[in-house]
């Protein structure tokens, strides 16, 4: 694979021998996003990449740096440090994820909810490496020494916040029975989810991601609508 070509050759070299920069070519202004802007989005692809094969802890800044093309400090410009950079892998997932779900979830109802988790599952299903690297980042940040244990920690929180409150209003709206128990709802959701994937990754012939999960949505759905 070319990517791993790349990287075994970086891995050959020091982490701190800065690459060589490309000359920069002189194109015609255009509507699109700003250089820096873009430059940024393909360093955060490329740290996608390396965070999927290699870990946090893996990974270095080299390998990044030369996939794009650029130096090291070329990178460093736009990602003072690994950490920022894994910070910004990490919030451009989350800000897609909410994106979907707002969309589809135009209006306050069961429907509107479930529908929104399963438009981010199928979503996830089109992109095996991007969850790849976040399961590999998530699961290595149980450890607390971790740079990204207390951006984890805030996120499944800040889930649970959301979810609870938002089948609270449901309850609320007589949309979903008041006898369920929500906490535990949520908690079983966010399981299955990140389950799931992990048993997509492994078995990706056999598991259809986005059937099992269609499948257990409908099955919240039944049991728990008013």
């Known amino acids: 694979m070319r990517l791993r070509g790349i990287l075994d050759t970086v891995q050959a070299c020091p ?25 940024r989005e393909e360093l955060l692809d490329a740290a996608l990449q390396v965070f999927s094969l290699e870990g946090y802890s893996g990974a270095s800044m080299a390998q990044v740096a030369a996939i ?23 919030q451009r997932r989350d800000e897609v994820n909410q994106r979907i779900a707002d969309e589809v979830r135009a209006e306050k109802s069961l429907s509107g909810l479930l529908g929104s988790l399963r438009a981010i599952n199928r979503s996830n299903a ?7 690297a976040f399961t590999i980042l998530n699961a290595e940040s149980l450890l607390d020494t971790h740079p990204a244990w207390g951006w984890f920690q805030e ?17 609320a709206m007589g949309e979903v029975r008041a006898d369920v128990h929500i906490a535990g709802l949520v908690e079983e959701i966010l399981a299955m989810m990140d389950g799931l994937q992990i048993q997509w990754l492994r078995f990706p012939d056999q598991v259809d991601l986005v059937a099992r999960f269609d499948t257990y949505i409908a099955r919240v759905d039944a049991a728990i609508r008013a």
């Open 155 to 171: 996120r499944y929180a800040g889930i649970h916040r959301r979810l609870h409150g938002q089948f609270a209003d449901l309850v």
């Open 126 to 132: 089109t992109a095996p490496g991007v969850v790849r």
């Open 15 to 39: 982490k701190d021998l800065p690459m060589t920069e490309p000359q920069p070519a002189t194109a015609p202004k255009s509507r699109r996003a700003p250089k820096g802007e873009k430059r």
């Open 68 to 90: 794009v093309g650029i130096s090291v400090a070329g990178l460093l410009h736009h990602f003072p440090s690994k950490i920022s950079l894994l910070m910004g892998v990490l």
